[in-house]
């Protein structure tokens, strides 16, 4: 059972929306906070947006007004709702969650292709 599980992305068009969900094994104690990255081919991989789980939300100024991260009350999904998509949202996706116990440990997902063209 992988420790995180990514659903969502795919092919849309410019302008168009897509939600990407992630969900945390029972496994994963502690944890600490949720998130998404992205990686666009040859670049580093960048922020999306963060939830902790005391309620901070850390968005990328690039998408801030148009991506909305949120998480259910248990803790363990997290959704990125992406609207008004634009190709340079073009990118692998990357569920990270960060968890305390036993020890401080980041997990990643295996990632999403988003991909916005025409």
């Known amino acids: 059972q992988a420790m995180l599980e990514e659903s969502g992305g795919g092919l849309v068009q410019p302008g168009g929306s897509l939600k990407l969900t992630c969900e945390a094994s029972r496994a994963i104690y502690s944890i600490t906070s949720m998130g998404w990255y992205r990686q666009v081919q040859g670049e580093q991989r960048e922020l999306v947006a963060t939830?902790?789980?005391?309620?901070?939300?850390n968005t990328a100024d690039s998408v801030k007004d148009r991506f909305t991260i949120s998480r259910d009350d248990t803790g363990d999904t997290v959704w990125l709702q992406m609207d008004r998509l634009k190709p340079e949202d073009t990118a692998v996706y990357y569920c990270?969650?960060?968890?305390?116990?036993?020890?401080?440990?980041?997990?990643w997902g295996q990632g999403i292709q988003v991909t916005v063209s025409s």
């Open positions: 939830a902790a789980t005391d309620g901070t939300i």
């Open positions: 990270n969650v960060v968890s305390t116990w036993p020890k401080r440990r980041e997990y």
